[in-house]
């Protein structure tokens, strides 16, 4: 069974500053993932990352992919309050359709 | 609609009860998955359907729960004799083919009482 695991699950942000996002995973994987969503929100696509080394940027947030360690990590840049959602990464198996998502980590940016 | 559309966005129903969750695939997807949300989690897979078959409905909890799709576009989840530990926001995903990018719907929240 592909397990994933996120930390923090919960991250405090002030405005301004920078912080990162953990997800590890259990096997070999060839998809990953990472969604926003917000709160009665169905899941925002982020990034697909597809290959060792991969890394995206886009505006404040940045991902990036070792699949030798099975770790992802979400990197935010001077954090602003419209960046307060959930994210999650979500990884597939070699040649696999099913997803297996993370728990989540519930970002809030104070001022 | 651009996306995928799933109705209701919101249901209610006692304990006991009939309920079918409805999802429209963005047109022109040949697979559609449904996933199981549960609060504080993450997204849990249900079923998977290429075309109009259910090629794996390995995550489905139990017998109560059946899902089809017979024309290949519109699915419909199908939950019978309704529990409470069924609530949760069941979301549809629809994709082009097998193993490409997932886009998911807004989600039908599900309350049982």
């Known amino acids: 069974e592909l397990k994933v695991e996120q930390n923090p699950l919960f991250l405090s942000m002030q405005e301004g500053k920078n912080y990162t996002i953990y997800c590890n995973y259990s096997t070999t994987s060839d998809r990953l993932y990472w969604y926003r969503q917000d709160p009665g929100k169905s899941l925002e696509s982020l990034f697909v990352?597809?290959?060792?080394?991969a890394v995206k940027q886009e505006g404040r947030l940045m991902a990036s992919l070792d699949t030798k360690a099975r770790l992802s990590t979400l990197h935010i840049t001077a954090a602003v309050h419209d960046l307060s959602a959930t994210y999650f990464c979500?990884?597939?198996?070699?040649?696999?359709?099913?997803?297996?998502f993370g728990a989540g980590t519930t970002v809030t940016v104070r001022a | 609609g651009a996306g995928v559309s799933q109705t209701p966005s919101n249901k209610v129903t006692e304990k006991g009860k009939y309920v079918e969750l409805r999802c429209d695939p963005i047109s022109g997807h040949t697979a559609l998955y449904w996933y199981r949300q549960s609060l504080g989690q993450g997204p849990e897979f249900l079923i998977y359907f290429q075309g109009t078959g259910a090629a794996d409905d390995s995550g489905l909890p139990n017998d109560r729960f059946f899902a089809v799709r017979p024309e290949g576009s519109v699915s419909t989840l199908k939950i019978q004799r309704t529990e409470r530990g069924d609530s949760a926001v069941y979301l549809c995903?629809?994709?082009?083919?097998?193993?490409?990018?997932?886009?998911f719907g807004q989600g039908t929240r599900l309350t049982v009482v």
């Open positions: 995903a629809s994709s082009r083919a097998t193993n490409t990018e997932a886009f």
């Open positions: 979500a990884v597939a198996y070699l040649n696999d359709y099913k997803l297996s």
């Open positions: 990352l597809l290959s060792n080394g």
